[in-house]
């Protein structure tokens, strides 16, 4: 094959871009981290990041929603907790005070006490987390009880995702567990019956108010384990929601970083290659026989 | 053979040699010139007319026949082919190349903004009566929809990019086509009175590699030593001496970018081009505007059009703080026509979040996030193309990605073969320094014995001359 200076000089020049090309492509990699780019640079990789950059915000949405929601199950275990030492004090007014052995005096004495549990149960029923009503249903952005003990919330349950699209409800209805609605004792009535029992210095009305203590503390027990049942539900959402957000993390970052190791060889070897192309172009370049022939 | 006559042969030779001399110190200056061809002086014996006899024939030295190119035809056809496709594929690869619309992993992109505003919906979920939290989500929304806006955007405008290096590149192809016909007149004028102009040709041979890369126009050579230029489809770009105009138009059918239009070289009506028409540079760029770009566009407005109606058909079921109903979350779109470019916050719910329909029935309170549920569910809805919404995305970067790697490898293998192929063809045609310092020092020493030719002879005649 003929070879003429202007095929030396434009091979060198296509290698020299080739090994330049391969040069910045090792050394933005290993600067940035990042492999791909553009969708170009790996369009199968480009495209799965899209799932998995969706799903990650979702699992991460999904833990926080859980979080909210075991914090707020957490709130509600505490109200209800207080609640329980309220019908335990109560139990204990009245059995004490319907030993007849108590004047009216003595009696009456004890009603304000137990004014003082109804307005700090009637306080209770009405906690806030984050600016809502905890125990309203879906009427939560008013008081769900008013003074007279009467309920302004509804029967909606609040549901919260567990995983995604999977929902547990995350409320507990206080108009079942307090005010005994379906079938149980309202400890608010209770409260009140045993307040004007105690005025009236009724023996027997005090007396017959033990029995509804004891049923309302059942009732304020089992509303708190359903409490700590979904409470427990949410913070394994959370962990396991985290888990996955940051798998896919993991998964993303497989996908569009740059293995730095490798990046990092390919870079020294493309600077091997590019000295290499200058060196053996400097070397055909300064072969002419121009440069050999004697001056005449 | 008689003295003097010696003596003539000799002149003749010396001014074959000088001939090949001046032909090779006119290569070495032309060795980087583009588009030229190495020449080569034809030195031929001259045909002997002094019959001595018995002893045969005496031959009368050597004369100049010609001075003629090294064109291989075969490599020339090829390359023509060569530099259409390598300019074509190369044009694509580098409009695309400067595109970041679709990157995955960029903040603030689609991927990003979707994941966001499902989030923000999920946030509402925890709250679904609370002010702030529905403002997030007007927020989220109007995110996403700018995320669309502004890929739409970046889009649109590498396509109106192209359209405006269309336009400069149809000016050039114009004036190449034109000197192409004027040159095609020139040598056939010289070629019909005979000679053969070297340095034209190799001028319009530089010219027709430059509109194969602009166009991807064929050349026809003819048996008048004039060569026409096809364009792909077969539309007569340069027919002998006359040339026809390209120019550029508006398509409505396209948002408004260029159509090439054709001038026919008979003075008959515009014909739109159409993209199997065109090659080079400029048939490159169409594609990379039309077939890669407004695909990818074209898939956008799709998938933000059916997220739109989707995530709207379910809001509008749900009821609003106010218990009121029907209400949008997006702006409503009437068709998938630039909706990416037009997707935007429903202007009442923007206004005012409690408009946001997240409960199920109009006299539930503020906590019911049953129809927010549902909206959150839209996110596994199947869009027109039976994909939800995150794979539909999937779809259109990875259609596009695939797209642009195509372009990309077409580039490296159009650009190793039109390599391979200039490399023949300088092997063929190029001029080798080495090669003419050979050739002007072999002219220089037949020169030098030829003086001493005449020398010898003259001395011969001088002694004969002083026999008198």
Known sequence: MRVTEKMIFQSTIAHMEAARGNLAQ????VSSGVRVQHPADDPVAAALSVGHTVDRARYLAVANAAQRAADELGVADTALGTIGNVANRALSVATQFGNDSYNAEDRASAAVEVDGLYDQVIGLLNSQYDGRYIFAGYNDKTAPFDGAGDYHGDDGVRTVEISPGLYQSAS???NVIVKGSGGGVDMLQALKDLAAALRNNDGEGIRAKVGDFNTVITQVTVGRTQAGMAQNAFQAAVTTANAAASDERVKLGKLLDADILDAATRLASAQYALSATLAAAAKTMSLSLVDKLPNR | MDLISIIGNAGTGMSAFRAQVATASNNIANA??????RQTAVLTETIPEEDAGTAGFIGRGVTLQGVVQSRN???????????????RSTAQSDALATVTALDPGATGGITDALGRFYASLRDLNQNPGDLSLRQAVVNSTQAVSTAFNRTAISLGSARTGIDEQLTVLVDKVNSIAASIAELNGKIALAVNSGRTPNDVLDVRQNLIDQLAQLIGARAVPDTHANVSMMLPGGVCLVSGSVAAKLGTQASSANNGHLD??????????LVSLKPGDLGGQVGGLVNARDAILGKAESDLNTLAYDFVTAVNDQSRLGYALDGSGNHDLFAVLPDATN???RMAVDPTTYANPSFIAAAADPTSGPGDARNLQAMIATENTKLSGGLNVQDAMAKVTSDY????AWVNDAAEFDRNLLTDLTTARESA????VDDEMTSLLQAQNAYNALVKVVAISSSMLDELMQMF
């Not at chain 2, 990605?401 to 642009?404: D, E, K, Q, R, S």
């Not at chain 2, 045609?429 to 080798?432: A, E, F, L, P």
């Open chain 2, 339 to 341: 909706a990416a470019l």
């Open chain 2, 73 to 87: 035809q075969f490599i020339e056809t090829q390359l023509n082919t060569a530099f259409a496709n390598s300019a």
């Open chain 2, 32 to 37: 980087n010139t583009p588009g030229y061809a």
């Open chain 2, 429 to 432: 045609s190029g001029v080798s």
């Open chain 1, 172 to 174: 507990l209805n206080a």
């Open chain 2, 401 to 404: 990605g695939i797209a642009v």
């Open chain 2, 260 to 269: 090439l239009v054709y001038t026919p070289t008979d003075g008959s009506a």
């Open chain 1, 26 to 29: 090792a050394q933005n990699e």
